[in-house]
């Protein structure tokens, strides 16, 4: 093979000079500035995958092949092979989590190595370089998803509800894993078989080829893939960030762009109920628009790209608001310590009232609408239940690959709710009815949704359809139950902040200075609230990025208090 590009076994979805670039040999010299030379001799095993905190290579002589380990009943791939001025590595290298692939010598030469930490000053001081490998390592992992390239093999059933729970974490979480479905792929039998595992016992994750997790909470599965490092209970960090959706992700990105100590716990998966959005076209500076779960990974990819640390599946149990210094207690983990905490806990859909709905979540019963839940209607008649955006924007991405989108609203129209332009899209669709002033009265099934009952509250008339698929997007509660009394809250739960705070509620709190609290700020100094879970809050993707950045600008004036 020639230096001019690499060796690449199958198809990519973007150019390959973007996700495997060849740097010129001035750019190489300023990576070897922060490295050291490494010489390696033919069939060396330069690194195994499942290792933490894995290195960086950037070749100047010779070949590294990338190969994915062999998984289940399959043998070793080899992902790409790379020559002179070519570079290894995609997220993990910023997340420190396990890597997912084993770098071999396919001739001798030396490559240039960069541990974490100096791979980390290369992409936040060299501005040319970082655009070159971010983009190649963000482009890499969407190649290891849409190939499977990763280390978990999810064996389920659409018929079980904790199948599509574990493939949405795995999705949300952009962990690349391969999906087996007993009813119809022959090899999850054998797969079954393997493991000793029973039917009874799916949905089972296989996790790097050696555990073998049956039906495991997104903790567990964190646990088993390497999603989080040990915390260090004893570090005073500058400032806690509690929830990673926008506005959580936006303090997050300033924060540790401008030298905070930061650190994020996100509960679920970064992009909070934004990311459950199939497209979201008002958001400034996308005007073809895009969806949640990809605005969510970019912003996930820039927090690490500063140094933020973010912490999966570990939600918050408990805040301790003692004056001098703050806590919180992760859910089945340690205390972590901060000089300021901002909450970005966001708010959840309501549940639909229907008796028995919560038996059919996930077996039937969505609170998000993308492309993972379209693969399971393709083809069938489905119910969007909500008259706001997220309710307009599943109803208009739906209607393109679903037989027909029924949309429930207990309103009298749309116009009070909704933006306009999703308005005029759901009046032109054919494929989207639109039922005012009705709502879900009753669900049937046995595994899972089978028929589905809707009543119009002006006649009473109930009407029954077969239908699998509804789609819930209502008002949202808030998410503060944690927070047991430490700040006040409106009648609804939300957080209250700046001048909503009344005298009375700064004195229950005993607020203990002279100034007012800022405009982000609650009943205690130097916690903040923003985006969906603060009170008053626009609901809106723009605004919750705007009050998560602001909330650091806050931060930083506190902290110098």
Not at 81 to 106: P, Y
Not at 226 to 245: K, M, P, R, S, Y
Not at 253 to 269: F, I, K, Q
Not at 358 to 385: H, K, P, S, W
Request: proline fraction near 4%.
């Amino acid at each position: 093979m020639s230096d001019g590009g690499p060796s690449v076994p199958f198809p990519l979805s973007a150019p390959v000079e973007h996700v495997f670039p060849t740097l010129t040999d001035s750019q190489i010299a300023r990576v070897a500035a922060h490295g050291r030379r490494r010489r390696f001799e033919r069939g060396e095993l330069l690194l195994e995958a499942g290792n933490h905190n894995a290195p960086f290579f950037l070749i100047t002589s010779g070949r590294i092949e990338i190969v994915r380990p062999a998984a289940g009943a399959g043998e070793e791939v080899v992902v790409v092979v790379h020559g002179k001025g070519q570079f290894t590595g995609e997220m993990t290298m910023l997340s420190g989590r396990r890597g997912l692939v084993h770098l071999r010598a396919v001739e001798a030469g030396e490559a240039i190595e960069l541990d974490r930490e100096h791979l980390m000053a290369l992409v936040q001081n060299d501005a040319e370089l970082s655009g070159i490998l971010m983009r190649a390592f963000i482009l890499r992992r969407v190649e290891l998803i849409a190939h499977g390239f990763g280390d978990a093999v999810l064996v389920g059933s659409r018929h079980v509800a904790a199948t599509h729970r574990i493939k949405e974490f795995l999705t949300r979480n952009g962990h690349p894993h391969t999906y087996l479905e007993l009813e119809r792929d022959p090899v999850a039998q054998q797969l079954l078989d393997r493991f000793q595992v029973r039917v009874e016992d799916v949905p089972v994750l296989i996790c790097r080829d050696r555990t073998v997790l049956k039906n495991p909470s997104n903790e567990e599965i964190a646990d088993c893939l390497g999603f989080n490092a040990a915390l260090d209970q004893e570090t005073l960090h500058d400032v806690v960030i509690v929830g990673a959706g926008p506005s959580g992700l936006a303090a997050a990105v300033y924060g540790a762009s401008e030298g905070l100590d930061v650190l994020v716990l996100e509960a679920n998966a970064p992009g909070g109920q934004a990311s459950t959005s199939s497209r979201i076209e008002n958001y400034l500076g996308f005007p073809t628009g895009i969806s949640g779960q990809e605005l969510a990974a970019r912003a996930y990819a820039q927090a690490q790209k500063f140094g933020a640390r973010l912490v999966i599946a570990k939600g918050a149990q408990r805040l301790s608001c003692a004056q001098h210094s703050y806590a919180v207690r992760i859910e089945h983990g340690p205390v972590v310590r901060a000089r300021t905490v901002i909450i970005a806990t966001g708010a959840d859909y309501r549940r639909l009232s229907a008796a028995e709905s919560a038996r059919f979540d996930g077996a039937g019963v969505y609170y998000g609408a993308t492309a993972m839940e379209a693969q399971l209607c393709r083809g069938e008649e489905v119910v969007v239940v909500g008259g706001g955006n997220s309710a307009g924007q599943a109803a208009v991405f739906l209607a393109e690959t679903a037989k027909h989108v029924h949309m429930l609203v207990r309103a009298t129209g749309l116009s009070a709710t909704m933006s306009r332009y999703l308005i005029r899209r759901i009046q032109d669709s054919p494929a989207i009815t639109l039922r005012t002033q009705t709502e879900i009265s009753g669900l049937e099934g046995s595994d899972r949704l089978e028929r589905v009952q809707w009543r119009d509250s002006r006649t009473g008339h109930v009407e029954a359809r077969e239908l699998g698929h509804v789609f819930v997007m209502t008002g949202a509660d808030p998410s503060t139950r944690w927070l047991e009394g430490c700040l006040a809250l409106d009648d609804k739960g939300f957080i209250k902040t700046g001048a909503d705070l009344s005298a009375e509620e700064l004195a229950r709190t005993a607020w203990p200075l002279a100034r007012s609290p800022h405009w982000l700020e609650t009943s205690r100094p130097g916690i903040f609230a923003v985006g969906d879970v603060r009170s008053g809050s626009q609901k809106r993707v723009a605004s919750a990025v705007g009050e998560g950045s602001t909330a650091i600008a806050l931060v930083h004036q506190v902290l110098a208090e």
